[in-house]
């Protein structure tokens, strides 16, 4: 009798294995792909990095400005220091910057100078909310832009780290500020104020800004 075979049957000696060679073939291709992976995600992840820190270099550094020329918040009810080295005024009832100052004046500079690296702003007295002894200053000091402020009379406790920040300064770096006299007359009435700054990214490796602009007062 005739056996009748299947078509669907193949004799076993057609069957081929996978050989150690082929196996350690794709093994490593999988390591060569992960390892180009890995890297392209280390990259991706160090730029991301070195991107978010010059972004906040250059947020800090238009903040300290932005102080300086509108007015730094006085009179708040509460300064807090965070941890991350932000800093919130709450309630703040005015602003005391170049643009509202009735008077300019250079700190810790000879009479005359047309540069130093501080200032203090006087503000315009505005219904009698202002005392004649008011004042805001912005100047140099252990590396940082500090300001040190009296509202209504009363002085600020301590000095408020503007620029770097507190908890920031481990990897951010001030290496210029200048207030320079624009206008020729004797009284201080307009400033190009000049900020140099960077910020670590890398070992060894840094970020720069450097940022010139003028504010005069009302």
């Not at 792909?33 to 991301?48: E, P, Q």
Request: with cysteine.
């Amino acid at each position: 009798m005739r056996f009748l075979r299947s078509r669907y049957s193949l004799p076993l000696s057609n069957h081929r294995g996978v050989t150690l060679v082929e196996v350690i073939a794709v093994m490593l291709i999988i390591v060569i792909m992960v390892v180009i992976a890995a890297g392209g995600i280390a990259l991706f992840f160090r730029k991301y990095n070195e991107l978010k820190a010059y972004a906040e270099l250059q947020a800090d550094g238009l903040e300290v400005l932005n102080y300086i020329k509108n007015g730094i918040p006085v009179g708040s009810r509460e300064v807090r220091r965070m941890d991350n080295g932000e800093i919130q005024f709450i309630a703040p009832q005015e602003y005391y910057g170049v643009n509202n100052a009735i008077t300019i004046r250079f700190l810790q500079a000879a009479y005359g100078a047309s540069q130093a690296d501080g200032i203090r702003v006087v503000p315009i007295e505005t219904d009698n909310t202002i005392a004649p002894s008011d004042f805001a200053d912005f100047y140099l000091y252990d590396g940082a832009i500090r300001c040190n402020w009296r509202y209504k009379g009363i002085g600020q406790a301590s000095p408020v780290a503007l620029f770097p920040k507190t908890g920031k300064r481990d990897y951010m770096f001030l290496d210029q500020i200048t207030f320079r006299r624009v206008n020729t007359d004797t009284e201080v009435a307009a400033l190009e104020v000049t900020l140099k700054a960077r910020v670590k990214v890398g070992p060894k490796q840094f970020k720069s800004i450097h940022y010139r602009t003028k504010m005069a007062k009302k």
